[in-house]
């Protein structure tokens, strides 16, 4: 069951893992993300504040119509109700956020979130993923068993690894074309 829009917001473990995540995100702007489980789009308002469009979903339509009224009308926030990844926006990102909803898959459905998001991100774009550690009861899988996962699945370089006791926090990069790495693009 979902948590209220004040546990998303107002709780001290959101508002942290939200202020983490964005912190670990390596450029200060983006021109067009993706987050799918936007549930009621705490971490979509502040996305939209670094990017110029933000394309968030959630599977369930009760959540995706609070977060259509909480959000307002935003110019650059697009969010409807999509079921990951039997569903997948068209066009490219360069920036994917996997948060908070990937354990709520089996494995097979999480690898092939992770292959739609490596295929759907520019060169050089940005995945980050974050997740609790602690299992869900529905699937008994936990944000280590997530990540593990998206390890195995991932065809990116990853970059960066923030883990404590309640969640991990990761990030993969596109990598750019072998002219670019060899300028010292990164």
């Known amino acids: ?6 546990h998303y917001r107002d709780s001290w473990y959101e508002q942290r893992k939200r202020s983490l995540l964005l912190g670990a995100l390596t450029q200060p702007y983006y021109r067009r993300a993706f987050e799918p489980g ?11 504040q670094r990017c110029d469009d933000v394309v968030a979903v959630d599977c369930d339509p009760a959540t995706v119509a609070r977060a259509r009224e909480i959000m307002g009308l935003r110019r650059n926030v697009y969010i ?9 926006p068209p066009g490219h990102f360069d920036l994917v956020v996997l948060g908070e909803f990937l354990y709520y898959l089996p494995p097979p459905e999480i690898r092939r979130v992770a292959e739609h998001a490596a295929a759907s991100l520019l060169e050089g774009g940005e995945l980050v993923a974050c997740h609790s550690r602690r299992a869900v009861a529905d699937t008994g899988l936990s944000g280590d068993d997530v990540h593990t996962e998206l390890h195995a699945a991932l065809p990116l370089k990853h970059v960066f690894r923030h883990q404590e ?15 670019a790495a060899c300028e010292g693009w990164r």
Not at 1 to 6: N, V
Not at 80 to 88: D, G, I, K, L
Not at 165 to 179: M, N, P
């Open 80 to 88: 409807s109700t999509m079921r990951v990844p039997q569903e997948w």
């Open 38 to 48: 936007c549930a009621y789009a705490n971490l979509t308002a502040a996305l939209a």
């Open 165 to 179: 006791s309640d969640f991990v926090l990761e990030t993969w990069w596109q990598e750019r074309c072998a002219l």
């Open 1 to 6: 069951m979902r948590q209220s829009y004040e």
